[in-house]
């Protein structure tokens, strides 16, 4: 257990559904993170929130939107996906700035989303 | 283009030897840099880091080298157990970005 759940674990949708990602974190931090990892390739990440505000957002499409509400819980809605949208999402947590200035985030567990 | 790579997609090595992952990286900005350790169906766990200032740092059986001359940093693994096959991914920390900038993992099996 790292401290960082997400839910649901997996998910199967349509093109046409509307779905939310849920993560939480109980260990005090203040910055949160979405990452999107697909197979063989690096975590992508697509979107920090320090203090509740967003303060980076990588050129992600408007399908995925972030919400976070307290530092605490972040949310990624998901509506009209593509089949490549497919990959395993995965929520952060990390103190910001860094004590000791590592910036070592801790990871919940992932959703495994399908796109059908 | 990325900035940090792991060229080798997969490695195995036999109980007690060594384990040696590398990565390679483009940024000369980097401020340290981290390994994180995945299991399948669990999150990446962090696993140890180095800061750029530094050219080794242990922990334990982990140890890491920074080669900033070549932007090069390795993980070794002494001795390697089954327990550590995993996939590992290198990441590099850029202060000014505020960023963690992932490799794309190596998968490690020991072998009994």
């Known amino acids: 257990e790292t401290g960082v759940t997400q839910t649901p674990r997996h998910l199967v949708m349509g093109m046409t559904n509307k779905k939310s990602l849920k993560c939480e974190q109980h260990?005090?931090?203040?910055?949160m993170y979405w990452y999107k990892q697909s197979a063989k390739k690096p975590l992508e990440l697509m979107f920090v929130?320090?203090?509740?505000?967003?303060?980076e957002n990588n050129s992600v499409p408007s399908r995925f939107s972030p919400e976070c509400p307290n530092s605490s819980h972040l949310f990624l809605h998901l509506h009209t996906l593509q089949p490549e949208d497919s990959a395993l999402y995965l929520c952060?947590?990390?103190?910001?700035?860094?004590?000791?200035?590592?910036?070592?985030?801790?990871f919940g567990p992932g959703t495994r989303l399908t796109v059908l | 283009d990325q900035q940090v790579k792991q060229n080798s997609p997969s490695l195995s090595v036999q109980e007690g030897r060594i384990s040696i992952l590398n990565c390679d990286y483009t940024?000369?900005?980097?401020?340290?840099f981290l390994w994180y350790k995945k299991y399948p169906a669990e999150g990446p766990t962090f696993l140890i880091s180095?800061?750029?200032?530094?050219d080794k740092n242990e922990d334990g059986r982990f140890t890491v080298f920074l080669n900033k001359s070549a932007k090069h940093l390795s993980l070794h693994i002494v001795p390697s157990q089954p327990g550590d096959s995993a996939v590992y991914f290198c990441?590099?920390?850029?202060?000014?970005?505020?960023?963690?900038?992932f490799g794309s993992g190596t998968q490690l099996t020991v072998l009994p």
């Open positions: 260990l005090g931090h203040n910055a």
């Open positions: 952060a947590s990390s103190q910001d700035p860094p004590s000791g200035g590592i910036n070592e985030q801790f």
């Open positions: 940024n000369s900005m980097f401020d340290y």
């Open positions: 180095i800061s750029s200032i530094k």
């Open positions: 929130y320090s203090l509740e505000e967003r303060v």
């Open positions: 990441a590099a920390f850029s202060g000014s970005a505020r960023q963690l900038t």
